[in-house]
């Protein structure tokens, strides 16, 4: 199994331009809100018609502008799951199933299939429930159930956790990534959530205002996310603007700092650190900084610290136990030369 899209669309001022392949993997379109990511999804599906490109999924060309070729969502065989699930609401779960299974003619096959797929989803008990009658992690393995017993080519998730309290979250993730691991095609994944894509996903596409700013394994996409909008949606909190003084040395305007790198890639703009790459040290990188607050979180505290007066503050996440020991009104820290991202800086108007 395989996708390719290279396809172009315009809303109002809003233009989509995106171009990515992927195997049997799972790829998330990583990005913010209105980033273009669901209408990637809707333009594979058949449900968007892009303005011109290339859509081909397992060698089946779904949409050529070129070749006037744009086959009805019926004909594409995608899986797409929505954010809502898109249950029908008068129709049971065994009744919303055996709707995604209508395309096989066979009755005595149609009614196997939704059979093995109730039952591998644990539905069987639920069969004449309403959708209003489940609940939230019930209506998402309907509605996954409604679109394997289809076999799709192709399966197309729509923040498939959005709708769920975060209590339930990591258990259906579990649950969602064995789902994928028996489907054995290629799965895209939409997310804002970089923790979700990074356990879920093999692969990664960074989305920004219609265009894919960075490709690559999630492990090449989160050491080096390429762009300020790519650095942000994996974590990294701390960023400023940069001078460069020379071929390995750089000012960190907004931190009031002077790093020395290992290079200067051609058209970057800013550096960012992650909060937890940050060390206790001295030597290379390193500054003593006025701590200026300090922020309680569950198993962490981020502690804000200043180079000068007037620098911006940069944030350092630590164990708890560490940080209780170390508290001082100044530390030493370091920002080693490896961990230092430096970045592009493309600011884009966002799709509303």
Same mark, same amino acid.
């Given at each position: 199994?395989?996708?390719?899209?290279?396809?172009?669309?315009?809303? #109002?001022?809003?233009?989509?331009?995106?171009?990515?392949?992927?195997?049997?993997?799972?790829?998330?379109?990583?990005?913010?809100? #209105?980033?273009?990511?669901?209408?990637?999804?809707?333009?594979?599906?058949?449900?968007?018609?892009?303005?011109?490109?290339?859509?081909?999924?397992?060698?089946?060309?779904?949409?050529?502008?070129?070749?006037?070729?744009?086959?009805?969502?019926?004909?594409?065989?995608?899986?797409?799951?929505?954010?809502?699930?898109?249950?029908?609401?008068?129709?049971?779960?065994?009744?919303?199933?055996?709707?995604?299974?209508?395309?096989?003619?066979?009755?005595?096959?149609?009614?196997?299939?939704?059979?093995? +797929?109730?039952?591998?989803?644990?539905?069987?008990?639920?069969?004449?429930?309403?959708?209003?009658?489940?609940?939230?992690?019930?209506?998402?393995?309907?509605?996954?159930?409604?679109?394997?017993?289809?076999?799709?080519?192709?399966?197309?998730?729509?923040?498939?956790?959005?709708?769920?309290?975060?209590?339930?979250?990591?258990?259906?993730?579990?649950?969602?990534?064995?789902?994928?691991?028996?489907?054995?095609?290629?799965?895209?994944? +939409?997310?804002?959530?970089?923790?979700?894509?990074?356990?879920?996903?093999?692969?990664?596409?960074?989305?920004?205002?219609?265009?894919?700013?960075?490709?690559?394994?999630?492990?090449?996409?989160?050491?080096?996310?390429?762009?300020?909008?790519?650095?942000?949606?994996?974590?990294?909190?701390?960023?400023?603007?940069?001078?460069?003084?020379?071929?390995?040395?750089?000012?960190?305007?907004?931190?009031?700092?002077?790093?020395?790198?290992?290079?200067?890639?051609?058209?970057?703009?800013?550096?960012?650190?992650?909060?937890?790459?940050?060390?206790?040290?001295?030597?290379?990188?390193?500054?003593?900084?006025?701590?200026?607050?300090?922020?309680?979180?569950?198993?962490?505290?981020?502690?804000?610290?200043?180079?000068?007066?007037?620098?911006?503050?940069?944030?350092?996440?630590?164990?708890?136990?560490?940080?209780?020991?170390?508290?001082?009104?100044?530390?030493?820290?370091?920002?080693?030369?490896?961990?230092?991202?430096?970045?592009?800086?493309?600011?884009?108007?966002?799709?509303?």
């Amino acid at each position: 199994m395989s996708i390719f899209v290279d396809i172009e669309k315009t809303l #109002g001022n809003f233009r989509l331009k995106v171009a990515f392949e992927a195997g049997n993997e799972t790829l998330a379109l990583l990005g913010a809100s #209105g980033s273009g990511k669901s209408m990637t999804l809707k333009c594979i599906a058949g449900i968007e018609t892009p303005d011109k490109g290339r859509i081909v999924v397992d060698d089946v060309v779904l949409f050529d502008s070129e070749k006037r070729i744009n086959l009805t969502p019926q004909q594409r065989h995608t899986g797409l799951m929505f954010q809502n699930y898109a249950l029908f609401p008068n129709m049971t779960v065994l009744q919303n199933i055996r709707a995604g299974a209508s395309r096989e003619p066979d009755k005595k096959k149609r009614e196997a299939a939704v059979s093995v +797929v109730m039952d591998s989803f644990g539905l069987t008990p639920l069969a004449n429930h309403l959708p209003t009658q489940l609940s939230g992690g019930q209506q998402q393995r309907t509605a996954l159930a409604r679109i394997l017993v289809s076999n799709p080519r192709i399966l197309l998730l729509d923040e498939p956790f959005s709708a769920l309290d975060n209590h339930l979250r990591f258990r259906l993730e579990q649950e969602v990534r064995q789902t994928i691991a028996k489907f054995g095609k290629t799965v895209l994944l +939409v997310s804002h959530d970089r923790d979700e894509v990074f356990r879920l996903a093999d692969s990664i596409a960074v989305v920004n205002s219609g265009t894919i700013d960075a490709f690559g394994t999630k492990a090449e996409v989160f050491r080096n996310p390429q762009t300020r909008m790519g650095a942000m949606l994996t974590g990294c909190k701390n960023i400023s603007a940069m001078k460069v003084l020379d071929s390995t040395h750089i000012r960190a305007v907004d931190w009031d700092m002077t790093l020395e790198v290992p290079g200067i890639p051609e058209g970057v703009s800013v550096v960012g650190i992650r909060m937890h790459d940050i060390r206790q040290a001295q030597g290379k990188n390193s500054f003593r900084c006025r701590v200026v607050g300090e922020i309680e979180n569950p198993f962490s505290y981020t502690v804000m610290l200043q180079a000068s007066p007037a620098a911006a503050p940069v944030g350092w996440e630590m164990n708890k136990e560490i940080w209780q020991k170390l508290r001082a009104e100044e530390v030493d820290i370091c920002l080693p030369t490896e961990a230092l991202l430096l970045l592009k800086d493309e600011t884009k108007e966002v799709m509303k």
